[in-house]
């Protein structure tokens, strides 16, 4: 079996915990977005991040038949505990965290990351 590294995903996440990965990539739309006083800000701050991800986003990351309205989750289920969560990205959202992935690639390579606002 081959080791080599999928090319649309940055070779210095491969390594990285994908979970931590998801975690950090929706921490950072919820930052975006803040707390909306109303649906309208809310969509307003989300399509604003969603443009901001554009120029990292890749032809063949975009699902074959992309919805023009999408839910970032298909799906997310708590454990009993309340401390597990799973959740299931639709195709944009899978999309949006290719291009994540790839900005903060960019972003690392250039020595422009700081510490996280948070630890988990």
């Known amino acids: 079996?081959?080791?080599?590294?999928?090319?649309?995903?940055?070779a210095s996440v491969v390594d990285e915990n994908p979970r931590d990965l998801i975690v950090?990539?929706?921490a950072e739309i919820m930052r975006s977005t803040g707390t909306p006083k109303n649906q309208k800000t809310f969509q307003l701050a989300l399509q604003k991040y969603v443009d901001g991800?554009?120029?990292?986003l890749e032809?063949?990351?975009?699902?074959?038949?992309p919805q023009e309205l999408f839910t970032l989750i298909e799906q997310a289920a708590f454990d009993e505990t309340g401390e597990h969560v799973t959740v299931v990205l639709s195709p944009e959202a899978e999309a949006l965290f290719r291009a994540w992935l790839r900005r903060n690639k960019i972003a690392s390579d250039a020595g422009l990351n700081t510490a996280h606002a948070w630890s988990n």
């Open 1 to 10: 079996m081959s080791n080599v590294k999928p090319p649309t995903v940055p």
């Open 53 to 56: 991800l554009r120029p990292w």
């Open 24 to 26: 950090r990539f929706l």
């Open 59 to 65: 032809p063949h990351d975009v699902p074959t038949h």
